[in-house]
């Protein structure tokens, strides 16, 4: 029983940055309706810019700020791409699409960042908050896990209680229609994809020390993040911030049972799987098809 | 220094060229009908891994020989195959070589998968390749390859074998990413160690992901009271395992990882750390660059304006191997003749590398079996043993 609670505590790094990500994810789909695949590959630039601005003598806390900047910027880069040639295009099409991005993303980041090579990535928040069960948990875990609970809450507020929030809805439910009644949608998504780029690379420049430092990794920590985001249906705040904290540390109990822990991996495509098969439970095998 | 690396060059030179020249005086020496002699290499340069240091720096020992008038006048032609890691691609890249261009063997092969696909292939095809880097287990495994580097599973035992002899750790504990069929090799690697030392593994996991978070693991590693751990990890990944051991406050175990962690940017990315670390190399240690093993080498990458990895080592060495056996030769450098000399030449030392290479007609080649331990301080590589570790052969 200790063990298997000290397992749960050791994922609970993974936690954060899922749940932190995947918050993100639904962040993206509920505002601008894409199921945006570039997310980790955009804060992850973005983290490797700051380290340039390191690597150029800049001071830390400056080259954050330039690293932002950066993240901001490719943010609204791929943005210009979704909304300008993009906009009236199928889900599908669009995730297509970000999903050629990555693609495209980690291979020149790659080779930017020379490959495989490992690079540097100074901790922001260092040292230990807690010991819980004989693990050491980070201040930069207990950070990303607040950041991604402030994340939800005030993502909550903000779609549901201002009025940016009703025409970021209106937007992504109907453009065409939005457009027509005056919303300024073009500017309001270009928006909404710079203040996810320099969110998602802040939140990368945290969890960037306690990951495999290569640009494809960090990249990839999409992947259990839209996981967390289908957890939510992609509406969902609080249930993608569940989702996330919950393959977290399911990947960190896994590895207390070592017949188990092989299959550690595949633990985000079977919560996917699990979640579903239970959303479609009332469905009839015809409608749902 | 200046002055120092000119005098290196020439020395290394000197020795290089008369490595080339020096045919048997009595004998005719090799000789080529059609002009040239067609050697090849399969390597992933585009891909996931780009390994394409090793044949191109096979490809500058070559073209330096060439530009001197050859092996006895024959000039070698030299082509490089990308496999892009893909199976079918390997599989056409290696076909190209033996059916088209005609080898008679391969030199300073490097990729995630020659060996895997093609081993067979040039079993059957009756080539032979004196491979740069043997990366997949196959390499080690099969009557067509032998590599001219120690490879991870061979490295695994010595570095085993180095915790339990030399630091004199007690319970030591493996864990591995295991990709493709390498769990075998391993398995094996640990249980040669087992052999050699009496001893036993005080814990074994063969589950480490490819990507995620660590935590768990060095939870488990310290939790198990291991003295030493060893990883296969590469770069980046170990950085991250030595990371996650520091945000852990881990201390008191040492790290040991292979020949994949043993680069600068490795070192420069964990130079702020406590953590032991140690690395096991391939060959003589690359950073070392005032050894007198790596003058040659050294020498000969600066002229040709190449960088000093150890990737370079290994393509370096196949080449020289291969050098060597061709001026063995006496006759027609054919397939045949090149497969009879490899297959009936006699264990030759080289500088770069702690055992003999030898190809031979075994089913199985690791001729090398030697290493030297890298200890990282302060940002670099230090070398932790001056002298080879050399495995004792398994009973």
Redesign the interface.
């Given at each position: 029983m200790n063990?298997l609670f000290?397992?749960a505590v050791?994922?609970l790094?993974?936690a954060g940055?899922y749940a932190l990500l995947g918050v993100c994810a639904v962040f993206t789909y509920r505002l601008v309706a894409v199921v945006n695949f570039t997310g980790a590959a955009i804060g992850t630039a973005g983290t490797f810019s700051m380290i340039g601005f390191i690597a150029l003598g800049l001071p830390l806390w400056p080259a954050v700020a330039a690293g932002v900047a950066v993240g901001t910027l490719a943010g609204a880069a791929i943005g210009f791409v979704m909304t300008r040639w993009f906009s009236e295009a199928s889900a599908t099409t669009k995730a297509a699409v970000t999903a050629a991005l990555l693609v495209g993303i980690v291979a020149m980041g790659l080779r930017f960042t020379?490959?495989?090579?490992?690079?540097?990535f100074p901790t922001l928040f260092p040292g230990?908050a807690f010991r819980l069960a004989?693990?050491?948990v980070?201040i930069a875990s207990v950070l990303t896990i607040v950041l991604a609970v402030a994340f939800t809450m005030l993502a909550d507020l903000f779609l549901n209680r201002t009025n940016i929030g009703l025409h970021l809805r209106a937007l992504s439910a109907r453009p065409m229609a939005a457009e027509l009644l005056g919303v300024r949608v073009a500017l309001l998504s270009q928006l909404v994809w710079a203040v996810t780029g320099a969110f998602t690379t802040f939140a990368l420049m945290i969890i960037a020390?306690?990951?495999?430092?290569?640009f494809m990794?960090l990249s990839?920590l999409v992947v259990p993040a839209l996981a967390a985001a289908l957890v939510g249906a992609f509406r969902s705040f609080r249930l993608a911030l569940a989702g996330g904290l919950m393959i977290?540390l399911i990947?960190?109990l896994t590895?207390?049972f070592?017949s188990l822990?092989?299959y550690?991996?595949i633990v985000p495509f079977l919560v996917v799987l699990a979640v579903l098969l239970w959303s479609q439970r009332g469905a009839r095998w015809d409608e749902a098809r | 220094m200046r002055g120092t690396s000119t005098f290196l060059t020439i020395s290394g030179l000197a020795c290089f060229a008369g490595l080339a020249l020096a045919e048997p005086a009595a004998a005719a020496g090799p000789t080529c009908d059609g002009g040239a002699i067609s050697v090849g290499a399969v390597s992933t340069i585009t891909g996931p891994?780009?390994f394409s240091e090793v044949p191109k720096a096979a490809k500058v020992v070559f073209d330096a020989v060439n530009a001197d008038g050859g092996v006895n006048g024959c000039q070698i032609d030299y082509t490089i195959s990308d496999d892009k890691a893909d199976p079918a691609v390997a599989a056409q890249a290696a076909r190209d070589l033996i059916d088209n261009r005609q080898v008679v063997a391969l030199v300073g092969s490097a990729s995630l998968l020659d060996c895997a696909v093609n081993a067979t292939t040039y079993k059957r095809q009756n080539v032979l390749s004196v491979q740069g880097l043997g990366v997949d287990a196959a390499c080690f495994n099969a009557p067509s390859v032998s590599p001219v580097n120690v490879g991870p599973y061979t490295l695994t035992t010595a570095m085993l074998y180095y915790a339990s002899e030399t630091l004199k750790n007690e319970k030591l504990c493996a864990f591995f990413i295991?990709i493709g069929g390498t769990q075998e090799a391993y398995k094996q690697g640990i249980a040669n160690w087992e052999k050699i030392t009496g001893r036993s593994i005080h814990l074994v996991?063969?589950?480490l992901?490819?990507?995620?978070?660590l935590?768990?693991?060095l939870?488990?590693a310290r939790?198990a009271g291991c003295d030493a751990v060893l990883t296969n990890q590469?770069?980046?990944?170990?950085?991250?395992w030595v990371?996650?051991a520091e945000?852990?406050?881990i201390d008191g175990m040492n790290w040991l990882f292979l020949a994949p962690g043993y680069?600068v940017?490795?070192a420069?990315?964990?130079?702020g750390t406590e953590q032991p670390v140690y690395v096991g190399t391939e060959w003589e240690p690359f950073t070392e660059t005032g050894s007198t093993a790596n003058a040659e080498w050294i020498a000969v990458m600066e002229k040709a304006g190449r960088s000093l990895t150890a990737f370079s080592q290994g393509g370096y060495l196949a080449a020289v191997v291969f050098l060597d056996v061709l001026n063995g030769i006496d006759g027609p450098v054919t397939r045949d003749s090149v497969n009879q000399a490899l297959l009936t030449m006699q264990p030759k030392a080289y500088d770069l590398a702690g055992s003999p290479y030898v190809f031979g007609a075994a089913d199985r080649h690791a001729p090398m079996q030697a290493t030297k331990i890298m200890k990282l301080e302060k940002g670099a590589w230090t070398v932790e043993t001056p002298d080879w570790v050399v495995l004792p052969s398994v009973e």
């Open positions: 063990a000290t397992s050791a994922g790094t993974a940055a020379g490959g495989q090579h490992p690079q540097e230990s004989g693990v050491e980070t020390p306690q990951r495999s430092p290569d990794s990839l977290g990947e960190g590895s207390a070592g822990s092989q550690r991996s | 891994a780009d295991i996991d063969l589950t992901p490819l990507q995620g978070d935590t768990p693991y939870i488990k939790d590469v770069e980046p990944g170990v950085v991250q990371k996650t945000a852990q406050k680069t940017e490795v420069k990315a964990l130079a």
